[in-house]
Each structure stands twice: as C-alpha cells, then as structure tokens.
C-alpha cells in the first residue's frame, strides 16, 4: 500500500469523530509502509521532547519543530519589537541589498511587498527593517557573522577564479 492510500484509509477511518492531524499522523500503521508513529516531538527551540498535540501539523503531513509555547513567545517578541520601531519611510532602502520595496516587488508577489522586522533571537532586540530576501538569507546562514564571512570568501573566491 502506498503512503497516501494509507493516509487516505486512516483519514476514512476517522472521518466518523473529530480528531486534530496530529492523531492522523501519530496513527499511520508501521507495518505496511515502515514509519513508525509520532506521538512526541523535539522543539528546536527549547529543546523539549513534547506530545505531538503542541505542535502545528500541516495538511500535508508535515510537523512543524517549533512549539505552540515558543511560537507564541516569538509572536509576543516580534509584536513588542513592531510597537516600538517605526516602520520604514517609502524611500527605505534594504540595509544589505540596498534595493527598494519597488524593486523587491516589482513581479507582484505579496510577500516582497514589505519589510520584514529583523531582531536578534538571542537578545530578542531590534536589528532593523530588511528586505524578506536577506532575511531569509541571514537565517540560513543561522544569523552567525562568520558563517556570513565564511559566504562571502567563497564567492569573491569564485569571482577572482573566474575573473569576474
């Protein structure tokens, strides 16, 4: 049986009460597909092994890693941060890129229409207004300036190499 046959089977099975994805995913059988059930998870901020009810469960299956607890911390920082520091002027300009709103969003997608509030996750404070491109980007480099330094000397590397 394959994994969405079996998903579908255990959301027929459930169809007759209420439960939250959760029970679905922490119910898919071991023995036809070989995964073993979830029951608790691993926060990766915390660090908590917790039931699998404090975390978000998409419809696709996935579990989402952060808790609902340190989730609605983080909420609770970004709001105090937003309340104490002014948005951007229309002329802003991203501090990293240097591009405007305009130019971040220029092809209509929603999300690049405005800044994003960037903040330490370690002092929970206020570091400035980005564009979502460097933000995503900063947090991929796990907001550590030598994991940053260490990027950066790998593509001047490529530029002299390719004498760019």
């Given at each position: 049986?394959?994994?969405g046959e079996?998903?579908?089977?255990?959301?027929?099975?459930?169809?007759?009460?209420?439960?939250?994805d959760?029970?679905?995913?922490?119910?898919?059988?071991?023995?036809?597909?070989?995964?073993?059930?979830?029951?608790?998870?691993?926060?990766?901020?915390?660090?908590?092994?917790?039931?699998?009810?404090?975390?978000?469960?998409?419809?696709?299956?996935?579990?989402?890693?952060?808790?609902?607890?340190?989730?609605?911390?983080?909420?609770?920082?970004?709001?105090?941060l937003?309340?104490e520091?002014?948005?951007?002027?229309?002329?802003?300009?991203?501090?990293?890129?240097?591009?405007?709103?305009q130019?971040i969003?220029?092809?209509?997608?929603?999300s690049m229409?405005?800044w994003?509030?960037?903040?330490?996750?370690?002092?929970?404070?206020?570091?400035g207004w980005?564009?979502?491109p460097?933000n995503?980007?900063i947090?991929?480099?796990?907001?550590?300036?030598?994991?940053?330094?260490r990027?950066f000397?790998?593509?001047v590397k490529?530029?002299m190499t390719?004498?760019?």
């Open positions: 049986m394959k994994q079996l998903f579908n089977d255990v959301c027929e099975t459930y169809n007759s009460t209420s439960h939250s959760a029970d679905l995913i922490a119910s898919t059988s071991t023995d036809q597909i070989g995964q073993k059930p979830i029951d608790e998870v691993e926060c990766i901020k915390c660090g908590i092994h917790q039931d699998i009810s404090n975390f978000n469960v998409m419809p696709s299956g996935e579990i989402k890693r952060t808790c609902r607890s340190c989730k609605a911390g983080h909420r609770a920082v970004i709001n105090k937003r309340a520091n002014k948005y951007p002027d229309e002329d802003y300009s991203c501090p990293i890129c240097t591009r405007t709103i130019e969003g220029r092809h209509g997608q929603k229409q405005s994003v509030l960037d903040h330490c996750h370690e002092t929970e404070t206020f570091r980005i564009c979502k460097c995503t980007g947090g991929q480099l796990q907001d550590n300036p030598d994991n940053a330094h990027a000397e790998y593509l490529h530029r390719n004498g760019i």
